[in-house]
Protein backbone atom coordinates (compact mmCIF):
# COMPACT_ATOMS: atom_id res chain seq x y z
CA UNK A 1 0.00 0.00 0.00
CA UNK A 2 3.01 2.22 0.65
CA UNK A 3 4.61 1.64 -1.98
CA UNK A 4 1.82 2.46 -4.24
CA UNK A 5 1.51 5.67 -2.24
CA UNK A 6 5.48 6.76 -2.87
CA UNK A 7 4.46 5.93 -6.96
CA UNK A 8 1.60 8.42 -6.88
CA UNK A 9 3.68 11.04 -4.79
CA UNK A 10 6.35 10.73 -7.47
CA UNK A 11 3.93 11.04 -10.80
CA UNK A 12 2.20 14.07 -9.02
CA UNK A 13 5.72 15.67 -8.40
CA UNK A 14 6.56 14.83 -12.52
CA UNK A 15 3.69 17.10 -13.12
CA UNK A 16 5.47 19.92 -11.42
CA UNK A 17 8.18 19.50 -13.42
CA UNK A 18 8.70 21.80 -16.36
CA UNK A 19 10.82 21.73 -19.19
CA UNK A 20 14.10 24.01 -19.46
CA UNK A 21 13.24 26.82 -21.42
CA UNK A 22 15.75 28.70 -23.42
CA UNK A 23 16.24 32.08 -22.99
CA UNK A 24 18.81 34.46 -23.83
CA UNK A 25 20.56 37.02 -21.22
CA UNK A 26 18.73 39.52 -22.48
CA UNK A 27 15.10 37.69 -21.88
CA UNK A 28 16.17 36.22 -18.64
CA UNK A 29 17.29 40.37 -17.56
CA UNK A 30 13.97 41.62 -18.57
CA UNK A 31 11.90 38.86 -16.55
CA UNK A 32 13.95 39.35 -13.42
CA UNK A 33 13.63 43.46 -13.95
CA UNK A 34 9.52 42.66 -14.40
CA UNK A 35 9.27 40.60 -11.50
CA UNK A 36 11.50 42.73 -9.79
CA UNK A 37 9.31 45.95 -10.38
CA UNK A 38 5.82 43.85 -9.58
CA UNK A 39 7.35 42.47 -6.31
CA UNK A 40 8.72 45.69 -4.62
CA UNK A 41 5.28 47.58 -5.71
CA UNK A 42 3.37 44.76 -3.98
CA UNK A 43 5.75 45.24 -0.70
CA UNK A 44 5.55 48.99 -1.02
CA UNK A 45 2.31 48.88 1.48
CA UNK A 46 3.48 46.84 3.89
CA UNK A 47 7.20 49.03 3.91
CA UNK A 48 4.94 52.10 4.28
CA UNK A 49 3.09 50.65 7.02
CA UNK A 50 6.35 50.03 8.89
CA UNK A 51 7.48 53.38 8.39
CA UNK A 52 4.93 55.10 9.58
CA UNK A 53 4.77 53.31 12.61
CA UNK A 54 8.21 55.02 13.60
CA UNK A 55 7.46 58.41 12.31
CA UNK A 56 6.94 61.17 14.95
CA UNK A 57 3.48 63.15 14.86
CA UNK A 58 4.61 66.20 13.01
CA UNK A 59 6.57 63.91 10.04
CA UNK A 60 2.97 61.97 9.56
CA UNK A 61 1.18 64.88 7.98
CA UNK A 62 3.32 66.10 5.73
CA UNK A 63 2.34 66.23 2.40
CA UNK A 64 3.33 64.83 -0.41
CA UNK A 65 4.03 61.62 2.16
CA UNK A 66 7.78 60.45 2.24
CA UNK A 67 9.08 57.01 2.13
CA UNK A 68 11.27 57.49 4.61
CA UNK A 69 11.77 58.68 8.46
CA UNK A 70 13.94 62.19 9.16
CA UNK A 71 13.72 61.37 13.06
CA UNK A 72 12.86 57.72 13.78
CA UNK A 73 11.14 56.76 17.04
CA UNK A 74 9.72 54.10 19.21
CA UNK A 75 7.38 56.32 21.02
CA UNK A 76 4.08 55.26 19.15
CA UNK A 77 4.66 51.85 20.10
CA UNK A 78 5.52 52.91 23.74
CA UNK A 79 1.92 55.16 23.96
CA UNK A 80 0.60 52.23 22.98
CA UNK A 81 1.76 49.43 25.66
CA UNK A 82 0.86 52.64 28.04
CA UNK A 83 -2.33 53.12 27.30
CA UNK A 84 -3.10 49.19 27.10
CA UNK A 85 -1.67 49.02 30.47
CA UNK A 86 -4.41 51.92 31.87
CA UNK A 87 -7.41 49.84 30.04
CA UNK A 88 -10.13 48.52 32.89
CA UNK A 89 -9.64 45.22 31.19
CA UNK A 90 -5.96 43.81 31.58
CA UNK A 91 -4.09 44.16 28.28
CA UNK A 92 -3.44 39.51 28.94
CA UNK A 93 -7.04 39.76 28.72
CA UNK A 94 -7.56 41.07 24.88
CA UNK A 95 -4.33 39.04 23.69
CA UNK A 96 -5.95 35.65 25.31
CA UNK A 97 -9.41 36.55 23.85
CA UNK A 98 -8.14 36.98 20.33
CA UNK A 99 -5.19 34.06 20.45
CA UNK A 100 -7.97 31.53 22.04
CA UNK A 101 -10.74 32.55 19.39
CA UNK A 102 -7.57 32.61 16.53
CA UNK A 103 -6.39 29.00 17.57
CA UNK A 104 -9.06 26.97 18.32
CA UNK A 105 -11.41 28.36 15.53
CA UNK A 106 -8.30 27.63 13.04
CA UNK A 107 -8.26 24.00 14.44
CA UNK A 108 -11.92 23.20 14.44
CA UNK A 109 -12.32 25.09 10.83
CA UNK A 110 -9.59 22.51 9.38
CA UNK A 111 -10.84 19.15 10.91
CA UNK A 112 -14.17 19.70 10.68
CA UNK A 113 -13.61 20.96 6.94
CA UNK A 114 -11.73 18.19 5.97
CA UNK A 115 -13.51 15.12 7.84
CA UNK A 116 -16.63 16.83 5.88
CA UNK A 117 -14.78 17.02 2.53
CA UNK A 118 -13.43 13.21 2.46
CA UNK A 119 -17.23 11.74 2.43
CA UNK A 120 -18.28 14.16 -0.64
CA UNK A 121 -15.04 13.71 -2.50
CA UNK A 122 -14.07 9.67 -2.17
CA UNK A 123 -17.91 8.01 -1.03
CA UNK A 124 -21.13 8.15 -3.65
CA UNK A 125 -23.89 8.45 -1.22
CA UNK A 126 -27.78 9.54 -1.86
CA UNK A 127 -28.23 13.62 -2.55
CA UNK A 128 -23.95 13.62 -2.31
CA UNK A 129 -24.15 16.06 -5.75
CA UNK A 130 -26.78 18.20 -4.39
CA UNK A 131 -25.10 18.35 -1.13
CA UNK A 132 -22.13 20.00 -2.73
CA UNK A 133 -24.10 22.44 -4.98
CA UNK A 134 -25.60 23.56 -2.14
CA UNK A 135 -22.11 24.11 -0.28
CA UNK A 136 -20.87 26.17 -3.59
CA UNK A 137 -24.26 28.38 -3.47
CA UNK A 138 -23.36 29.12 -0.04
CA UNK A 139 -20.18 30.81 -1.25
CA UNK A 140 -21.94 34.03 -2.64
CA UNK A 141 -23.40 34.85 0.03
CA UNK A 142 -21.53 37.44 1.93
CA UNK A 143 -21.57 37.69 5.62
CA UNK A 144 -23.23 40.56 5.91
CA UNK A 145 -26.42 38.74 4.36
CA UNK A 146 -26.23 36.26 6.86
CA UNK A 147 -25.48 38.09 9.94
CA UNK A 148 -29.37 38.78 11.61
CA UNK A 149 -30.65 34.70 10.74
CA UNK A 150 -26.87 34.28 12.59
CA UNK A 151 -27.56 36.31 15.69
CA UNK A 152 -31.47 35.04 16.19
CA UNK A 153 -29.99 31.65 16.35
CA UNK A 154 -27.24 32.30 18.76
CA UNK A 155 -29.98 33.84 20.73
CA UNK A 156 -32.68 30.95 20.92
CA UNK A 157 -29.43 29.02 21.95
CA UNK A 158 -28.34 31.28 24.65
CA UNK A 159 -24.77 31.97 22.97
CA UNK A 160 -25.11 35.51 22.98
CA UNK A 161 -21.80 37.01 24.66
CA UNK A 162 -19.73 33.71 24.65
CA UNK A 163 -16.79 32.47 22.78
CA UNK A 164 -19.68 30.21 20.94
CA UNK A 165 -20.95 33.24 19.21
CA UNK A 166 -18.06 33.94 17.49
CA UNK A 167 -16.55 30.72 16.71
CA UNK A 168 -19.82 28.00 15.52
CA UNK A 169 -20.39 30.50 12.53
CA UNK A 170 -17.18 30.43 11.73
CA UNK A 171 -17.25 26.54 11.81
CA UNK A 172 -19.82 26.19 9.15
CA UNK A 173 -17.52 28.29 6.52
CA UNK A 174 -18.26 26.29 3.55
CA UNK A 175 -14.84 27.68 1.54
CA UNK A 176 -12.77 25.59 3.53
CA UNK A 177 -15.01 22.61 2.73
CA UNK A 178 -15.30 23.33 -0.85
CA UNK A 179 -10.72 23.56 -1.02
CA UNK A 180 -10.36 20.40 0.44
CA UNK A 181 -13.09 18.30 -1.45
CA UNK A 182 -11.27 19.71 -4.14
CA UNK A 183 -7.98 18.51 -3.37
CA UNK A 184 -9.65 15.17 -2.04
CA UNK A 185 -10.76 14.38 -5.28
CA UNK A 186 -7.01 14.27 -7.18
CA UNK A 187 -6.18 10.98 -4.43
CA UNK A 188 -6.46 8.11 -6.86
CA UNK A 189 -9.14 6.08 -5.46
CA UNK A 190 -6.52 2.55 -6.16
CA UNK A 191 -4.99 4.20 -3.24
CA UNK A 192 -7.56 4.08 -0.76
CA UNK A 193 -9.04 0.82 -1.92
CA UNK A 194 -5.46 -0.62 -1.22
CA UNK A 195 -5.44 0.43 2.58
CA UNK A 196 -8.84 -1.19 2.92
CA UNK A 197 -7.96 -4.38 1.34
CA UNK A 198 -4.91 -4.19 4.17
CA UNK A 199 -7.28 -3.70 6.74
CA UNK A 200 -7.27 -0.32 7.02
CA UNK A 201 -10.65 1.47 8.73
CA UNK A 202 -12.13 4.74 7.27
CA UNK A 203 -10.15 6.40 9.93
CA UNK A 204 -6.89 5.43 8.90
CA UNK A 205 -7.08 6.21 5.41
CA UNK A 206 -8.61 9.52 6.37
CA UNK A 207 -5.27 10.60 9.09
CA UNK A 208 -2.62 8.37 7.55
CA UNK A 209 -3.20 8.62 3.75
CA UNK A 210 -6.13 11.35 2.55
CA UNK A 211 -4.61 14.28 5.28
CA UNK A 212 -0.84 14.18 3.85
CA UNK A 213 -1.57 14.13 0.68
CA UNK A 214 -3.95 17.53 1.17
CA UNK A 215 -1.41 19.14 3.17
CA UNK A 216 -0.84 22.04 1.37
CA UNK A 217 -4.99 22.56 0.96
CA UNK A 218 -5.32 22.16 4.84
CA UNK A 219 -1.80 24.87 5.69
CA UNK A 220 -3.50 27.35 2.53
CA UNK A 221 -6.73 26.81 5.06
CA UNK A 222 -4.39 27.79 8.00
CA UNK A 223 -3.31 30.75 6.54
CA UNK A 224 -7.08 32.27 5.40
CA UNK A 225 -8.55 31.09 8.65
CA UNK A 226 -5.81 33.20 11.00
CA UNK A 227 -6.35 35.96 8.89
CA UNK A 228 -9.72 36.04 9.12
CA UNK A 229 -10.12 35.02 12.73
CA UNK A 230 -7.29 37.51 14.26
CA UNK A 231 -8.71 40.43 12.58
CA UNK A 232 -12.00 40.06 14.47
CA UNK A 233 -13.18 43.32 16.06
CA UNK A 234 -16.32 44.52 17.15
CA UNK A 235 -19.08 42.94 17.14
CA UNK A 236 -22.58 42.75 18.20
CA UNK A 237 -22.39 39.04 19.28
CA UNK A 238 -20.22 40.43 21.61
CA UNK A 239 -20.77 42.93 24.88
CA UNK A 240 -18.76 41.85 28.15
CA UNK A 241 -15.33 43.77 28.19
CA UNK A 242 -13.87 40.83 29.33
CA UNK A 243 -14.64 38.76 26.60
CA UNK A 244 -13.72 41.02 23.56
CA UNK A 245 -10.23 41.09 21.39
CA UNK A 246 -7.84 42.68 21.03
CA UNK A 247 -8.57 44.66 17.42
CA UNK A 248 -11.43 45.92 19.23
CA UNK A 249 -9.41 47.41 22.11
CA UNK A 250 -6.44 48.89 19.78
CA UNK A 251 -10.06 50.64 17.68
CA UNK A 252 -10.78 51.73 21.19
CA UNK A 253 -7.28 53.37 21.68
CA UNK A 254 -7.08 54.97 17.86
CA UNK A 255 -10.53 56.70 17.90
CA UNK A 256 -9.31 59.58 20.01
CA UNK A 257 -8.30 61.47 16.58
CA UNK A 258 -5.24 62.95 15.31
CA UNK A 259 -3.83 63.24 18.20
CA UNK A 260 -3.24 59.50 18.22
CA UNK A 261 -1.94 59.34 15.08
CA UNK A 262 1.06 57.68 15.40
CA UNK A 263 -0.41 55.65 17.72
CA UNK A 264 -3.07 54.09 14.87
CA UNK A 265 0.00 53.63 12.93
CA UNK A 266 2.07 50.73 15.81
CA UNK A 267 -1.39 49.38 15.67
CA UNK A 268 -1.37 48.25 11.87
CA UNK A 269 1.83 47.07 12.82
CA UNK A 270 0.71 44.93 15.40
CA UNK A 271 -2.41 43.14 13.46
CA UNK A 272 -0.58 42.34 10.38
CA UNK A 273 2.06 40.44 12.90
CA UNK A 274 0.52 37.09 13.41
CA UNK A 275 -1.09 36.86 9.67
CA UNK A 276 2.57 37.31 8.51
CA UNK A 277 4.41 34.93 10.29
CA UNK A 278 1.79 32.29 9.32
CA UNK A 279 2.08 33.14 5.88
CA UNK A 280 5.98 33.13 6.00
CA UNK A 281 6.19 29.66 7.59
CA UNK A 282 3.54 27.94 5.27
CA UNK A 283 4.07 30.30 2.06
CA UNK A 284 5.53 27.09 -0.07
CA UNK A 285 2.79 25.27 0.38
CA UNK A 286 0.23 27.94 -0.42
CA UNK A 287 2.57 28.73 -3.84
CA UNK A 288 2.09 24.73 -4.24
CA UNK A 289 -1.93 25.26 -3.95
CA UNK A 290 -2.18 27.74 -6.35
CA UNK A 291 -0.67 25.98 -8.98
CA UNK A 292 -1.98 22.71 -8.65
CA UNK A 293 -5.75 23.77 -7.96
CA UNK A 294 -6.68 23.12 -11.76
CA UNK A 295 -4.77 20.30 -12.72
CA UNK A 296 -6.93 16.92 -12.47
CA UNK A 297 -4.92 13.52 -12.74
Known sequence: ???????????RKKLFKFHKVNRSFSGNLVLVLI??????????????????????LNELWIFPPKFYV???????????????????????RYIFNTLFITVSGTFFQVIL?????????KHRFPGSRHIFKVIVLSLMFSPAVTGI??????AKLGWIDTYLAILVPILGSTLGLYLMKQFMEQI???????AKIDGANEWMIFWRIVMP???????TMIVFSVQGLWNIGPTIMIYSEQLKTLPYALSQ???????????ASAVAVVMITAPLTVFVFTQSKVIETMSSSGIKE
Open 35 to 56: LGTASLFMALPLYYTVIQSIKP
Open 1 to 11: MYKKVKKVKCR
Open 70 to 92: QNPTFKNFSELFTLMGNSRVPFL
Open 188 to 194: HDSILES
Open 213 to 219: QVKAAWL
Open 253 to 263: IIAAGISRAGV
Open 113 to 121: SSMCAYPLA
Open 149 to 154: PNYLIL
